[in-house]
């Protein structure tokens, strides 16, 4: 089993920053993917941004590529999600997910799938205001 935590969830202008980080712990020798995800009230959770640990690849969905950036400590076992210019669009309860199936060679349209990552965290609210 994985746990994952995030943290870093607040409430900022439009045009401000905030960084999510996650930490995992537990048997995360066999995660080789992490991600990020987030869901508003009624619509569907959406991929965000993912990286794959063991090269470093970066994948990013275009609402959100130039600005968000993705980043990993393996050897702390963290994750992080530095988000620049945000926008009222989004905000969302962002969530922190692990996969134990993506692989360096997984296409990166793999990477945005739900059901590809096996272990979520509780989510942290990260709202901009307008």
């Known amino acids: 089993q994985v746990q994952l935590v995030e943290s870093g969830g607040g409430l900022v202008q439009a045009g401000g920053s905030l960084r999510l980080s996650c930490a995992a712990s537990g048997r995360t020798f066999n995660t080789y993917a992490m991600g990020w995800f987030r869901q508003t009230p009624g619509k569907e959770r959406e991929f965000v941004a993912a990286i794959n640990r063991s090269t470093g690849s970066q994948y990013y969905a275009d609402s959100v590529k130039g600005r968000f950036t993705i980043s990993s400590d393996n050897a702390q076992n963290t994750m992080s999600l530095q988000m620049n210019s945000l926008e009222a669009e989004d905000t969302a309860v962002y969530y922190c997910?692990?996969?134990?199936?993506?692989?360096?060679?997984?296409?990166?349209?793999?990477?945005?799938?739900?059901?590809?990552?096996?272990?979520w965290g509780q989510g942290t609210q990260v709202t901009v205001s307008s």
């Open positions: 997910a692990a996969s134990t199936g993506l692989r360096y060679y997984s296409g990166s349209y793999s990477y945005t799938l739900l059901h590809k990552y096996d272990y």
